[in-house]
T-cell receptor, first 114, second 116 residues
Framework: GAGVSQSPSNKVTEKGKDVELRCDPI?????LYWYRQSLGQGLEFLIY????????KSGLPSDRFSAERTGGSVSTLTIQRTQQEDSAVYLC????????????FGPGTRLTVT | AQKVTQAQTEISVVEKEDVTLDCVYE???????LFWYKQPPSGELVFLIR??????QNEISGRYSWNFQKSTSSFNFTITASQVVDSAVYFC?????????????FGTGTRLQVFP
């Protein structure tokens, strides 16, 4: 079946602009995660959704970052007033309900803030 | 606090050599899961294996094998008879057992280059 999809695959934006990144999880996966991968920082957790609620937002780096999930499916990660340090690959993953199931990752969105 | 250490930043081998990627973890939980993921040049993380803390049996899948030792908090990954297609960055990860979360804590990754 279809895997996790993310759009856009690449996004170049000017400092100060807002961006939205989209994630479509695997059908039937109730858990959804956002991670960020940048040079020197490795893979950092951002936020976890179970259904439409986000019990763990502890990884969001600042209040410029927000995310929502609707219909227990698609999720959008929004970054307001982008800064150069936001440049990274943003990865989305999904998994079946229940803790510690393997997470399946999408191809990522490469964000470049100029 | 939970932590995963992959001390090897980069490893280069020649095809057909065996190679072991090290992973050491720290956790106060008695129940936890460990994972290995592969990130080929295309960029997409590929799940390889999940192991729970109660199962210390080694696992073999084709040319891949994993050695889990709770006594040394290690979960090492060996590729036997490496091939060029094994070239990738490999990440070890640990589940976070804190309430209300299901996140993975990743190591910094080991870049494996297999030369023909």
């Amino acid at each position: 079946g279809a895997g996790v999809s993310q759009s856009p695959s690449n996004k170049v934006t000017e400092k100060g602009k807002d961006v939205e990144l989209r994630c479509d999880p695997i059908s039937g996966h109730t858990a959804l995660y956002w991670y960020r991968q940048s040079l020197g920082q490795g893979l950092e957790f951002l936020i976890y959704f179970q259904g439409n609620s986000a019990p763990d937002k502890s990884g969001l780096p600042s209040d410029r970052f927000s995310a929502e999930r609707t219909g227990g499916s698609v999720s959008t990660l929004t970054i307001q007033r982008t800064q150069q340090e936001d440049s990274a690959v943003y990865l989305c993953a999904s998994s079946l309900e229940g803790q510690y199931n393997e997470q399946y990752f999408g191809p990522g969105t490469r964000l470049t803030v100029t | 606090a939970q932590k995963v250490t992959q001390a090897q930043t980069e490893i280069s081998v020649v095809e057909k050599e065996d190679v072991t990627l090290d992973c050491v973890y720290e956790t106060r939980d008695t129940t936890y899961y460990l994972f290995w993921y592969k990130q080929p040049p295309s960029g997409e993380l590929v799940f390889l294996i999940r192991r729970n803390s109660f199962d210390e049996q080694n696992e073999i899948s084709g040319r891949y094998s994993w050695n889990f030792q709770k006594s040394t908090s290690s979960f090492n990954f060996t590729i036997t008879a490496s091939q060029v297609v094994d070239s990738a960055v490999y990440f070890c990860a640990l589940s976070d057992f804190s309430p209300n979360t299901d996140k993975l804590i990743f190591g910094t990754g080991t870049r494996l280059q297999v030369f023909p």
